[in-house]
């Protein structure tokens, strides 16, 4: 009987230790930008050749007077992560994501020694460390050596971009 107790107790001690373990190494994230971010918009584009790719790019413009002391990294948009990088200006951050659509395949399938040589291993992705809508994402900064995280809400859509298959032609008059 004495050890059925100590090993009840042992286990819902153990689960209590677990439980709040799972806390801790969640990320945080805070409700205002530590920036003022102007309009943030995503939109979809397409290339206008078979296996051209397609994607997402989010825009994120902040106020140049509120980059002091730390640096926009990533942005987390429907289940994905893309490094964001700049322009010239270096207050409009973009991050670039890749759609499944309009990819060109090449994998190579057969029943020789080494006829797949070549083909690229799938990527295996870990559980995506935020719930969010559509229409949301968060960016992660680093603010004096340290990444922090905020959330950015009802990001706006804009229209598709539909690259053309060729560069138009210039007409002499």
């Known amino acids: 009987m004495k050890l059925l107790k100590t090993i009840t107790l042992s286990s819902v001690l153990l689960f209590f230790v677990l439980s709040f373990s799972q806390c801790s190494s969640s990320k945080k994230v805070l409700e205002n930008a530590p920036v003022k971010v102007g309009e943030v918009y995503f939109q979809s584009w397409v290339g206008g050749v078979k296996g051209g790719g397609s994607g997402i790019n ?5 106020d140049e007077r509120s980059q002091a002391n730390f640096v926009l990294d990533s942005v987390y948009f429907r289940g994905k992560v893309a490094k964001l990088v700049t322009k010239t200006d270096k207050t409009l ?3 670039r994501f890749t759609t499944a659509s309009n990819q060109e395949s090449d994998l190579i399938m057969t029943n020789k020694e080494n006829g797949e040589y070549g083909n690229v291993v799938p990527s295996i992705t870990g559980g995506f460390p935020f719930q969010l809508k559509d229409n949301e994402c968060v960016v992660s900064y ?3 050596s340290n990444i922090k995280y905020f959330k950015v809400e009802n ?7 539909d690259y053309p298959s060729a560069p138009p032609t210039q007409t002499k008059q």
């Open 155 to 161: 990001l706006s859509e804009k229209a598709r971009v």
């Open 93 to 95: 951050f973009i991050g």
């Open 58 to 62: 989010v825009f994120i413009p902040i």
């Open 142 to 144: 680093q603010d004096n």
